[in-house]
């Protein structure tokens, strides 16, 4: 017996020597052959040299990140109270580094952990599904490249995006959370993604994907700053296509790639040809793309460029750090309001009317006391007493406010400045807020909302429909809602239509990644148990004594056939018996049945499947007569009971023990796959080695035991070749079981077919 220690994919001399194949001078033509069949021919696992999801992973996300942390050090720099002049702005910018650093570390600390994780739990992954797996993460690639492709227009300032609306907070804690919110939309977007394209087991791969994509984010970043900068900004266009273009190729190459990969497994033998259809296809796809953003700027320069562009004038980071070692405040600066509480963008405005923009300005106004307004006091004091509060608070709702990010949930094509105040009893704080010569609006991080009714608030904010039940308790928890707008979104349908869409197909595809790697794990799991148990399974049903032990014979063919089991093949010729299968005769050993092993060769694995299938959400018992399998093997094959019993035991075993390889194997095309080797683990492998030590036994007649020879090679030792019928003799007729039906037959590595089988319950 063979002792495997580790699970894992060996050359093709090293499974020889372990498994006692011989392949050396003295090997027959046989042996090698043998030994090609059960440790393949040493294939390397399918892989690219540069993982390009994992760069195109990290080249979103250091950029989008990066603009995070930038966006909430300029909202600060703006605000009247965490801003310069501020009195909290040492607080302010604290709260951004801290959540910056910690998030930050936490989201790497996940990334490295799955890096080594993933490829470690799936390995060895199956061949098939490692091509398949390169070909879906260049697909994705391909899709980053694309994406950043428009979106590195946007932060030069030369496509169209949205205006950005303003709005104000009140705790530090506030601050933090928003960042680390705003964060993890980022890391978990490509999370679950780069899950499944880790399943692969290449660590150099992946090493060199991290190495591309970091410098390749940093220098993205760096590009735009200076793109945006007052020395190049009148060639930030030029720049713009440039960088545009490579991201274009990039795409593309990516594209081609994955269709090759894919399509070796589906298509082989057009693989080159339809790949270079789908470049064609994706390449008039971006050009067009790109086009409608052109021309979609055009119309739309006049409404507003995007407010994000402007973090890349300054430094972010090193504001920060330098912020926090100031004992004093700084008078003074360039980013600072103007005494009316509006944002003094005036070198950033030239910039932009020198290019014909009209840079969109922060307006924020209060909606005047009305009757209405009064009535409603008087009749809702809950509402009233809110109304009072924000009326305290109007000084701070014009003059301390941060922008929000494209990310979150307060962006409009077109702001409608009215407000109204919407404050419920859950809302209110212990202590009142900070009065001074700013004005209401700071609470401290010891009277601000906690972590937890914040999260709950965004939840129920983001998804209104989903977290309906959390909305009216903690939709209001931050002093930022005092802010509610009331008819402010004037978005149209189609815009927020599109933008739904875009959420469900992205979290459709995150969690599609998700259950791929859950089911490449498992799967991976099953193959390793199939594989340890294959060495035992082989000694068990291919003993040294396969050909000259106990045999399965009949007097003669036919209906009235005497079958019974002898010691040895020369016992049943001295009583003239003909071998029927090695082994002793077992539950199916009889006319009947070994019929059926012969006819029905075709079409026995898909009506095997459909009957598999009935066990589906109820109780199995291969004993009851009456269980859905065994009736329906019964039926449809036309197997005595005892035989039909011992088929559903053993396809609901294989079942239970195959299950994620059977989801793993239609994606990656080995359905059909019915080899049995020590490499790539197939479902006739698992059905070999998890089941057949019991199975074969008791069923006794087997296509291979009966020396039937069909188109999957099998090594020449487990073939019975003391077996000398002529089975197409010995059943002319064709395959007609108790009840007809239609079939698909799916050969090894042929197209697939439906036939349709005419029962006996046919009228003729």
């Known amino acids: 017996m063979v002792e495997l220690k580790e699970c894992k994919r060996y050359t093709f001399q090293k499974c020889s020597e372990m498994y006692g194949l011989t392949i050396g001078d003295n090997a027959t033509t046989d042996d090698i052959a043998n030994a090609q069949l059960l440790c393949g021919v040493g294939e390397l696992v399918p892989s690219e040299k540069i993982n390009a999801a994992v760069a195109a992973v990290f080249l979103y996300l250091i950029s989008n990140i990066y603009i995070q942390i930038a966006e909430s050090s300029l909202h600060l720099k703006r605000s009247r109270i965490w801003g310069t002049n501020g009195p909290y702005k040492k607080e302010g910018s604290k709260a951004i580094l801290y959540a910056a650093v910690l998030h930050g570390s936490i989201g790497l600390l996940l990334y490295v952990v799955t890096i080594i994780a993933i490829p470690f739990a799936t390995s060895p992954l199956d061949n098939r599904t490692s091509s398949i797996v390169v070909g879906i993460s260049q697909f994705f690639a391909s899709i980053v490249f694309y994406i950043m492709s428009l979106s590195v227009p946007q932060w030069f300032g030369v496509y169209h995006s949205r205006k950005i609306v303003m709005i104000s907070f009140t705790s530090s804690r506030e601050i933090q959370f928003t960042l680390a919110w705003n964060m993890w939309k980022q890391l978990i977007s490509m999370y679950f993604f780069t899950l499944y394209f880790l399943c692969v087991k290449n660590y150099t791969s992946v090493v060199y994907g991290i190495v591309v994509g970091i410098p390749a984010g940093y220098l993205s970043m760096v590009i735009t700053k200076q793109a945006r900068s007052t020395k190049y900004s009148m060639h930030k266009t030029k720049i713009a296509i440039f960088v545009i273009l490579i991201l274009l190729i990039a795409s593309g190459f990516t594209v081609w790639e994955g269709t090759q990969y894919i399509l070796t497994i589906w298509v082989p033998d057009d693989s080159t040809m339809i790949a270079t259809y789908c470049l064609l296809v994706w390449v008039v796809v971006m050009v067009g793309s790109h086009i409608f953003m052109y021309q979609y700027t055009k119309v739309n320069k006049s409404v507003s460029m995007r407010f994000k562009s402007e973090i890349f004038n300054q430094p972010i980071i090193g504001d920060l750090v330098n912020d926090l070692r100031m004992e004093e405040l700084v008078e003074g600066d360039e980013e600072s309001f103007c005494s009316n509480g509006d944002v003094d963008v005036e070198g950033q405005a030239d910039e932009n009317k020198a290019e014909g923009d009209v840079k969109e300005q922060a307006v924020i106004e209060d909606t005047p006391s009305t009757p209405v307004a009064t009535e409603k006091k008087k009749s809702d004091p809950i509402k009233a007493e809110g109304t009072e ?67 709950i608030s965004r939840l129920a904010d983001t998804f209104p429909c989903l977290c309906g039940c959390f909305k009216k308790e903690y939709l209001n928890a931050s002093r930022r809602r005092l802010d509610f707008r009331s008819n402010a979104d004037v978005r149209s349908k189609s815009t927020i239509a599109l933008k739904y869409m875009q959420r469900f197909v992205w979290y459709f595809m995150s969690l599609a990644a998700l259950f791929f790697t859950i089911v490449n794990i ?32 009949w007097d003669k063919p036919g209906p009235n056939a005497t079958i019974k089991t002898f010691e040895s093949p020369q016992d049943a010729e001295n009583a003239n018996f003909e071998i029927v299968h090695c082994g002793a ?21 898909a009506v095997s499947k459909k009957c598999t299938v009935k066990s589906i959400g109820k109780k199995f018992d291969h004993k009851d007569p009456n269980d859905a399998v065994v009736r329906c093997n019964m039926e449809t094959i036309g197997f005595t009971l005892p035989c039909s019993q011992a088929w559903a035991w053993d396809m609901i075993n294989t079942k239970n023990h195959g299950i994620f390889t059977f989801l793993q194997a239609n994606v990656a095309n080995f359905v059909s796959d019915m ?8 479902l006739a492998t698992i059905d070999e080695a998890i089941s057949g030590q019991i199975f074969v036994p008791l069923v006794g007649a087997t296509r291979r035991r009966m ?39 799916q050969p090894p590595g042929k197209p697939s077919y439906t036939k349709v089988i005419v029962g006996q319950d046919t009228s003729p």
């Open 522 to 553: 498992l799967a991976t799991r099953e193959q390793c148990k199939a594989r340890s148990a294959l060495v035992d399974t082989f000694e068990v049903l291919y003993p040294p004594d396969y050909l000259t032990g106990k045999m399965c014979a």
């Open 585 to 605: 005769c077992g539950n199916c050993s009889n006319w009947n049945d070994i019929t059926l092993q012969y006819t029905s060769r075709e079409v026995l694995a």
């Open 707 to 745: 020396n039937i020879i069909s188109d999957i090679s099998r090594p020449t030792n487990q073939q019975c070749s003391v077996v000398k019928q002529n089975w197409s003799e010995v059943f002319p007729d064709e395959f007609k079981p108790p009840v007809g039906g239609s079939y698909t037959i």
């Open 675 to 682: 080899n049995v080797t020590y490499q790539d683990i197939t």
């Open 389 to 455: 509060a924000a009326a305290a608070n109007k000084s701070d709702v014009r003059r301390s406010f941060v922008v929000e990010s494209k990310e979150g949930n307060e962006i409009l094509d077109n702001f409608t400045p009215k407000r109204r105040i919407k404050f419920t009893e859950e809302a209110k704080f212990k202590t009142a807020a900070t009065k001074n010569q700013w004005g209401y609006g700071y609470v401290a991080p010891e009277d601000a909302p906690t972590y937890w009714k914040l999260f």
